[in-house]
């Protein structure tokens, strides 16, 4: 018996290209207006302010609440974090964070949230094939995303009480893959390590490291 997957499992990794706020019925995950043509690594695109200014000035278009507009920040702030450009990154992505939590995106209701399930169609010959199914949570995926950009940014800038206190909303983020929320604890550790090295805490920051390693060594190598 062959057992072959016709579906994409769907993992999201901390420091991705793309965010995955929202899908409609004929949206793939992954793809995302505003940020999509925004990140890093797009095949003919300068990693230029340039760029990505123009691309936030066409999302704002679709209002300053739209998930276009929230997308180009962070395509924005990523690039200033690529640059080192750390104050810039910090304003721009606090900005993209003050439009989610003034009521553009809200987190999933719990009772709403379901469980990824894989669905196993039987074929001639003996094949099996496997879909792995999902519910996108827009808040939760985009904040998973946009969260430890941020904290990036303002560890970069020396704004270290604000960054704990968003290394502890990164923690209490639970998206919808097991996969990502182990992601997630593991880029708030290590920012919890680094926020230790600089406020001349190593016993602590050795701590939040071993965090890091556990997590790290518990994934499976493809």
């Known amino acids: 018996m062959r057992k072959v997957f016709t579906g994409a499992l769907l993992f999201t990794t901390m420091i991705a290209a793309s965010v995955a706020p929202s899908f409609s019925q004929d949206e793939e995950p992954g793809v995302v207006p505003g940020v999509s043509e925004a990140v890093s690594g797009s095949e003919g695109m300068p990693d230029t302010e340039q760029v990505y200014s123009a691309i936030v000035k066409k999302s704002l278009r679709k209002g300053r609440n739209s998930k276009e507009y929230i997308g180009s920040l962070l395509g924005l702030g990523m690039h200033y974090n690529r640059a080192n450009r750390f104050q810039d990154a910090s304003k721009t992505l606090k900005q993209a964070l003050a439009i ?19 669905i196993e169609r039987h074929h001639p010959g003996g094949v099996v094939s496997a879909e792995v199914v999902r519910t996108p949570y827009p808040y939760e995926e985009m904040m998973q995303e946009l969260l430890p950009q941020l904290i990036t940014a303002e560890l970069g800038a020396n704004e270290l009480t604000i960054a704990e ?6 923690i209490a983020t639970k998206g919808p893959n097991g996969v990502a929320d182990k992601l997630g604890l593991m880029s708030a550790y290590a920012s919890y390590a680094e926020l230790m090295r600089k406020r001349k805490r190593p016993k602590e920051a050795e701590i939040y490291q071993r965090k890091v390693d556990e997590i790290n060594s518990s994934f499976t190598p493809l």
């Open 165 to 170: 206190v968003h290394i502890k909303r990164l």
């Open 100 to 118: 989610i939590d003034g009521g553009a995106m809200k987190p999933s209701p719990t009772k709403e949230r379901k469980p990824e399930k894989i």
